[in-house]
């Protein structure tokens, strides 16, 4: 599994590139953006997912991890593949679609080409409960529902009590944020 890669831009298109790293090529699908803001020869480092097929193999590079998180999320909903994960990531941005979750806003979602309404409503469904708004992390929910699970907690019912506790409020810390739904699952 290729999780990032650090080299040389050494061809490049919108919505490409392919980047040497010791003396190997390799082609790497990223956002139209990163692509324009990047230029030949420059050295880059690119958080990587690494998606395996039957007929294909295909590098998809971020710039950030948080990119790369949302990107992983949204190849969790049906219908969402990573061709269109990426172009929501990059159509959309991080922020907004934290933001247009928490507001069950799926208009955000049928704007970008190739998602229709009923895969913007899924999206947002799917997401819930696995995305915090604002300065949270998207890795910090999942980490937190998955630490409830390990506890013995039903995952839906960990999800709930982890977008339950979330709803509006700002944590300054992973622990803080366990405590909350921990408090939330004990009062049911």
């Keep these: 599994m290729i999780s990032s890669l650090r080299g040389s831009v050494i061809r490049l298109g919108i919505g490409w590139?392919?980047?040497?790293?010791?003396?190997?090529?390799?082609?790497?699908?990223?956002?139209?953006?990163?692509?324009?803001?990047?230029?030949?020869?420059?050295?880059?480092?690119l958080n990587t997912a690494h998606i395996i097929r039957e007929d294909s193999q295909t590098l998809f590079g971020f710039a950030t991890e948080e990119e790369l998180s949302t990107f992983e999320l949204l190849l969790s909903v049906n219908g969402v593949g990573p061709k269109s994960a990426l172009a929501i990531v990059?159509?959309?941005?991080?922020?907004?679609?934290?933001?247009?979750?928490?507001?069950?806003?799926?208009?955000?979602?049928?704007?970008?080409?190739?998602?229709?309404?009923?895969?913007?409503?899924?999206?947002?469904?799917?997401?819930?409960?696995?995305?915090?708004?604002?300065?949270?992390?998207?890795?910090?929910?999942?980490?937190?529902v998955e630490a409830l699970v390990g506890l013995g907690y039903q995952r839906k019912a960990a999800e709930v009590a982890v977008k339950s506790v979330a709803k509006g409020e700002q944590f300054s810390s992973r622990e803080q944020l366990l405590r909350a739904a921990l408090q939330e699952l004990a009062s049911k």
């Design 90 to 144: 990059s159509g959309v941005g991080v922020s907004d679609i934290e933001n247009a979750v928490a507001s069950e806003d799926d208009a955000v979602f049928s704007k970008v080409s190739g998602i229709g309404q009923k895969t913007a409503k899924l999206i947002v469904v799917t997401l819930t409960g696995k995305i915090l708004k604002g300065s949270q992390s998207t890795n910090s929910t999942l980490e937190i």
């Design 17 to 45: 590139m392919n980047i040497e790293v010791a003396g190997i090529g390799y082609h790497v699908l990223v956002s139209p953006q990163l692509s324009l803001q990047t230029s030949l020869g420059s050295d880059l480092f």
